[in-house]
């Protein structure tokens, strides 16, 4: 059992190096002002934006191939050797301009994040097969809490004296500080994800956990769709009605979370409040990862589900109203940090619970492609539309994209309770 914590608490520490994007929302006014006084004097911070959606589309190529490496080299030595490569590349970026910077720190980093992703669950799971929601939060909030610990030593790095960006850009004395600040922390990454990376434990051959007999319980463990290969995921309507719905719900987060600081400054003047503001949503990003997937294991996922929908509607619906005030707009972050990491683990154990532990994990590697979608459609948005980001109207084609997957959602919910009633008939008769 002890081989089981310990790989639990492995991939915590992974998914908080590989978390360490989430604090691009603080930064990324950064990175466009060093870049002035470095080769680009006419880069704006919504071109460097382009770095977020980079990252994703990265994460759903590397997602591809996180699990079939593991169950095929081992789950330590691909861990291991994903840390390593994903450091490096952090580092790559350090010395690199604007366009390899994109690429060493966003498109290249995201592959190793979605490699890595559910590696840790799926080793972990071999040891509490049973308890799916609980070891897929406790692993996972790690990946959200990262801007909790790395914020506060981030902005100490890069802004000591809470010097005030200027027309949207910082001063070359704080904008100069950025290289060295992301050398540092991606020391203690290193560190840090090799420790996770070595922590986790296998469980050896004699358990006859590789035998026929072991996938074939593993394709009837939960499944409530019968699927044979991951051909015959995509064949089902569960797989494309989640694949939608993660698309319209992660939509909303990923514009605020990468631009509240933009968006924020402009009604509260104050730097180190955003670092709060990110440090505190970054807790509540790695709870909620723990929180969904705990209520996951007693409440219908569907109610989840629905729930998740009409919170999103209702915060991107208000952000606007409340803009000036300092404790609103930390409680609106707060709630969307927890609506939005909630899915992270919210639909991994929704595809479990559909498909089963041995498709499960693969459904929704597939079902994240619809991410770097969304994260695309908000880059382009607020690199075309910025002016309506920066008023609020923005949020409100959320409101209307979210309101498709709530349509789906009420059919989802009437049609089970159709169902139900026809078999409680059935059952009478």
Known sequence: MWKGYLSIFGGFLTHLVTGGFYFWGNISMNVSSYYRFNGYPDIETKTVSAVFPAIYFGIAIGSQFGIHMARRFGHK??????????????FA??????YF???FQGLLPGVFIGIEYLIPVDNALKFFPSKKGMVTGLILCGFGFTPLIFNPILQRLLNPDNILPVNGYYPEEVAENLMKSLRIVTTIYLAMGLIGAFLMQSIKQSDDHNDDTYNQKLIQNDAQVGVNSQFDILKTKEFWLSTFQVFCLTGFGFILISHYKEFGIVHIPDDQFFSLVGMIGGFTNGLSRF????LLDFINYKYLVF???VMVMTLAATINLIAD???????????????????YTLFPGICTKQFGTKFGPLAFNMAFNSIPFSNLTQFLLTLYFHDQFMNGQLFYIYVGINFLA????VY??????????LSSVNYTE
């Open 93 to 98: 970026a350090t010395y690199s301009n604007f």
């Open 307 to 309: 729930f998740n929908i």
């Open 101 to 103: 910077f994109v690429f």
């Open 325 to 343: 005030s300092k404790v609103l707009f930390m409680l609106w972050i707060i709630l969307t940090y927890l609506q939005y990491g909630g899915l």
């Open 291 to 294: 929180l969904w997937s705990y």
């Open 406 to 409: 709530l349509v789906i959602q």
């Open 77 to 90: 030595l691909v861990s291991v050797t994903n840390m390593l490569c994903f450091c490096a590349s952090m």
């Open 412 to 421: 989802l919910l009437a049609t089970e309770r159709t169902r139900k009633k």
